[in-house]
């Protein structure tokens, strides 16, 4: 049986749900040819919230995956699993 997710799944998908609204009002800034100064400042908004969302991500699989892992004599392939993350996530930012 899988073990049961660290992080607060509601909560994430809440900020999920906001960025896909701020998603939603940028699409409609563009149909309304709003400045491009003002779309772009929306942009950065959304792309900072899903950088939080990675690193919530990112901490919890530090935090219980990875130092679980150790503690159980199997580091490694969690500490792959680690730097592959963290390599994605600073394409992020």
Do not use: W
Request: with cysteine.
């Amino acid at each position: 049986m899988p073990k049961p997710p660290h992080h607060d799944v509601n909560k994430l998908s809440q900020r999920i749900n906001r960025v896909e609204g701020q998603l939603g009002g940028i699409r409609k800034m563009l149909e309304e040819d709003k400045p491009c100064d003002e779309i772009i400042i929306q942009l950065n908004s959304a792309k900072s919230a899903l950088q939080k969302i990675s690193q919530i991500i990112l901490e919890d699989h530090l935090e219980h995956c990875v130092l679980d892992a150790i503690r159980d004599g199997e580091g490694d392939g969690q500490i792959d699993s680690l730097k592959r993350a963290f390599s994605q996530y600073t394409k992020m930012v």
